[in-house]
């Protein structure tokens, strides 16, 4: 199949659809210039590992290593601007009754982009919170309220228990909340297209979501440069960077149904 072949067949298979899901994965965002979760650090931050650092352990054990090294991201991600596939995503509430997006990725460029129903599973790298079940629920932080450095980890003004400020990011060893799996299952069973952009299909219980939707007779779209496990639930597989193939299937689309 060729490359416009693919696309038609995304038409086709988009067409008449009310329910459309995106679930995003860093495939999208490296596009913009976000740093993957395990690219190479540069500099102070050469020599760990994000495995080491993105854990409530080692957050416990040297809050002020964590904060920096989040900071260090933080001010990354703040540079960087949505790219056109995240636009395409945020066009396709103007085609279909319903997008919902379901995204892995922490960096808020889907809001941006305009984008306007977006599960966040991982969290969200410019929001913070406290580290502790401060005052019996979850208390959030906003930085510009706080006198605060990049180097060390800020107390919470909200907690008596002594908490810190961290960011609301799902770390390793922890849960992704409840409500957002809820909704990523509720949205995959009953959506009738399902792209799947920039995710190999490695990381739970994302990976499990385009399963799910075909099992429920979704069609499954695969937006990928390269093969993954996602791969053999595919329906169609459009091969390229998002940021290419996301806008051209938007405009085939439109110029299919005018």
Same mark, same amino acid.
């Given at each position: 199949?060729?490359?416009?072949?693919?696309?038609?067949?995304?038409?086709?298979?988009?067409?008449?659809?009310?329910?459309?899901?995106?679930?995003?994965?860093?495939?999208?965002?490296?596009?913009?210039?976000?740093?993957?979760?395990?690219?190479?650090?540069?500099?102070?931050?050469?020599?760990?590992?994000?495995?080491?650092?993105?854990?409530? +352990?080692?957050?416990?054990?040297?809050?002020?290593?964590? +904060?920096?090294?989040?900071?260090?991201?933080?001010e990354l991600i703040k540079q960087v601007k949505p790219n056109p596939?995240?636009?395409?995503?945020?066009?396709?509430?103007?085609?279909?009754?319903?997008?919902?997006?379901?995204?892995?990725?922490?960096?808020?460029?889907?809001?941006?982009?305009?984008?306007?129903?977006?599960?966040?599973?991982?969290?969200?790298?410019?929001?913070?919170?406290?580290?502790?079940?401060?005052?019996?629920?979850?208390?959030?932080?906003?930085?510009?309220?706080?006198?605060?450095?990049?180097?060390?980890?800020?107390?919470?003004?909200?907690?008596?228990?002594?908490?810190?400020?961290?960011?609301?990011?799902?770390?390793?060893?922890?849960?992704?909340?409840?409500?957002?799996?809820?909704?990523?299952?509720?949205?995959?069973?009953?959506?009738?297209?399902?792209?799947?952009?920039?995710?190999?299909?490695?990381?739970?219980?994302?990976?499990?979501?385009?399963?799910?939707?075909?099992?429920?007779?979704?069609?499954?779209?695969?937006?990928?440069?390269?093969?993954?496990?996602?791969?053999?639930?595919?329906?169609?597989?459009?091969?390229?960077?998002?940021g290419e193939i996301l806008p051209?299937?938007?405009?085939?689309?439109?110029?299919?149904?005018?």
């Open positions: 199949m060729t490359d416009n072949d693919a696309v038609r067949e995304a038409v086709r298979l988009l067409r008449g659809a009310r329910r459309v899901v995106i679930s995003s994965g860093a495939g999208i965002s490296k596009e913009s210039g976000v740093p993957t979760f395990r690219d190479a650090h540069d500099g102070l931050w050469a020599r760990f590992q994000a495995e080491e650092l993105a854990t409530p +352990w080692a957050f416990e054990r040297d809050p002020d290593l964590v +904060w920096s090294w989040y900071m260090y991201r933080y596939g995240h636009y395409a995503v945020a066009e396709m509430e103007d085609l279909f009754d319903e997008v919902v997006v379901l995204t892995q990725n922490v960096d808020g460029l889907h809001w941006v982009a305009g984008s306007t129903d977006v599960v966040e599973l991982h969290g969200n790298i410019q929001r913070f919170k406290c580290s502790k079940p401060c005052r019996g629920k979850t208390a959030y932080v906003y930085l510009d309220t706080l006198d605060y450095t990049t180097e060390t980890a800020p107390p919470c003004p909200h907690c008596p228990e002594g908490g810190v400020v961290r960011p609301d990011v799902v770390w390793f060893g922890e849960s992704l909340p409840t409500w957002a799996i809820e909704r990523a299952y509720t949205t995959a069973a009953r959506c009738d297209v399902m792209l799947v952009v920039g995710t190999s299909g490695t990381v739970q219980p994302a990976a499990s979501l385009p399963s799910m939707a075909r099992e429920q007779g979704a069609r499954i779209i695969e937006v990928n440069p390269q093969e993954t496990l996602i791969s053999r639930f595919a329906h169609v597989a459009l091969r390229g960077p998002s051209a299937l938007v405009t085939a689309y439109r110029e299919e149904n005018v």
